[in-house]
């Protein structure tokens, strides 16, 4: 037993180390957007909502967390080296910042992920971003300036990525379901028939 925790603290220490923070940052992001993906589409089978596991949907989840996750690990970095400190103050200008800076730029570096992935056209993806954007910055006003209180107040900069990426898996699991929710794309159609 005491062999295993040693080996523990050992690859934490390395994974967390500053040579492999940005791999480690990243293969966290790629796991835990896969896994929110897998959990969302359990609850849509078992709901009857959808057939069997789309594994395409998962391996693009999972890449979008990758770019995120890059993303994240600069951004931290970033606003710790240009706000250092602590303070209740400085912490609250830190979750301002990054709810209306990093935020938008993550939902958009997502929807981008995804276009690329899905070979999406200009105008779905701008539709897409139209359609869904709201639904998700609204969510992150409500999920992410406590946690990041959490984060920003009270934890070193090389396990906020973790930390996000752990809070971040119910969020994943909603983002999941907005990402594929056909509702928008379905009332299109039904509009545009109506229109003929």
């Given at each position: 037993m005491?062999r295993?925790?040693?080996?523990?603290?050992?690859?934490?220490?390395?994974?967390?180390s500053?040579?492999?923070?940005?791999?480690?940052?990243?293969?966290?992001?790629?796991?835990?957007?896969?896994?929110?993906?897998?959990?969302?589409?359990?609850?849509?089978?078992?709901?009857g909502?959808?057939?069997?596991?789309?594994?395409?949907?998962?391996?693009f989840?999972?890449?979008?967390?990758?770019?995120?996750?890059v993303f994240?690990?600069?951004w931290?970095?970033f606003?710790?080296?240009?706000?250092?400190?602590?303070?209740?103050?400085?912490?609250?200008?830190?979750?301002?910042?990054?709810?209306?800076?990093a935020?938008?730029?993550?939902?958009?570096?997502f929807?981008?992920?995804l276009a690329?992935?899905?070979?999406?056209?200009?105008?779905?993806?701008?539709?897409?971003?139209r359609?869904?954007?709201?639904?998700?910055y609204?969510?992150?006003?409500?999920?992410?300036?406590?946690?990041?209180?959490v984060?920003?107040?009270?934890?070193?900069?090389?396990y906020?990525?973790?930390?996000?990426?752990?809070i971040?898996?119910?969020?994943?699991?909603?983002?999941?379901?907005?990402?594929?929710d056909?509702?928008?794309?379905?009332?299109?159609?039904?509009?545009?028939?109506?229109?003929?």
């Amino acid at each position: 037993m005491i062999r295993l925790v040693q080996w523990f603290r050992t690859v934490t220490k390395t994974a967390f180390s500053k040579k492999y923070l940005l791999l480690t940052n990243v293969a966290i992001s790629v796991s835990l957007s896969g896994v929110g993906d897998i959990i969302e589409q359990q609850y849509e089978i078992y709901s009857g909502e959808l057939a069997a596991w789309d594994r395409q949907r998962t391996r693009f989840m999972s890449i979008s967390g990758m770019t995120v996750g890059v993303f994240c690990h600069s951004w931290y970095n970033f606003m710790d080296r240009r706000f250092p400190g602590r303070t209740i103050g400085l912490v609250l200008k830190k979750v301002l910042i990054d709810q209306t800076v990093a935020s938008p730029i993550v939902i958009c570096l997502f929807f981008a992920t995804l276009a690329v992935l899905k070979r999406s056209s200009w105008e779905e993806t701008r539709r897409e971003v139209r359609e869904k954007f709201i639904r998700l910055y609204t969510a992150e006003w409500i999920v992410w300036p406590p946690a990041q209180i959490v984060n920003f107040y009270f934890l070193p900069t090389k396990y906020r990525v973790l930390y996000d990426n752990t809070i971040s898996l119910g969020y994943d699991v909603y983002t999941s379901y907005v990402i594929n929710d056909e509702v928008s794309d379905q009332n299109d159609v039904q509009t545009s028939h109506k229109r003929d």
